[in-house]
Each structure stands twice: as C-alpha cells, then as structure tokens.
Nanobody, 115 residues
C-alpha cells in the first residue's frame, strides 16, 4: 500500500497557474497508476487526469490543453501542472493510487480560482 500527501493548493486569479504535488511513501511507487480527482461542494468526485505506471496519460475533456500530469518515480511524486485556471476549476483536488483493484487516497488540497 501507499500513503499519499497532496500539497500546492491555494487561491489564484482566473488565468493563473498552480502546480499540485502528491508525495507517496510506504510502497513501490513505480508500479501504481496515479490519478488526480477533484470534487466541488455538493458535486460528484470526478477524474481529472491519470498517468499509468508506463507513463501514458489521459485527461478529462474539461482540462485538456490546460493541465499536465507527470510523475517522478525516483522522488515518488506525481504532479499536476494547472494553467489558464478557470473559476469552474475550483474544487478539492485528490491524489489517488491504484493497482490490483485497490485504490488509495490522499486527504486533498483546496484549489480556489477567484478574482
């Protein structure tokens, strides 16, 4: 299993950028598929981006061209670079690791996009 801790959230203006980080410990990080989810108040938790153990990436249509997911296996860290942020990107962002039918979650980090 892995333990996940997110960081990098905060308040930004529309059009701004943030980079979220998710630090993993307690397991062999490189074998896990890594995902970023987000959840706005009263809304469903949705998948934003994923990167597989082999490095393949996928994005929700709403963030394509604006967000980039990456991983550094040596540092056991996954990143979400968020550019051209919109108010509708406001949510709690959660890091997720999956392998063998199991899912592990971080506690989330708040991202607020507002002027």
């Amino acid at each position: 299993q892995v333990q996940l801790v997110e960081s990098g959230g905060g308040l930004v203006q529309p059009g701004g950028s943030l980079r979220l980080s998710c630090a993993a410990s307690g397991s062999i990080f490189s074998i896990y598929h890594m995902n970023w989810y987000r959840q706005a108040p009263g809304k469903q938790r949705d998948l934003v981006a994923r990167i597989t153990s082999g490095g393949s990436t996928n994005y929700a249509d709403s963030v394509k061209g604006r967000f980039t997911i990456s991983r550094d296996n040596a540092k056991k860290t996954v990143y979400l670079q968020m550019n051209s942020l919109l108010p509708e990107d406001t949510a709690v962002y959660y890091c997720n690791a999956e392998w063998g039918g199991r899912m592990y979650w971080g506690q989330g980090t708040q991202v607020t996009v507002s002027s």
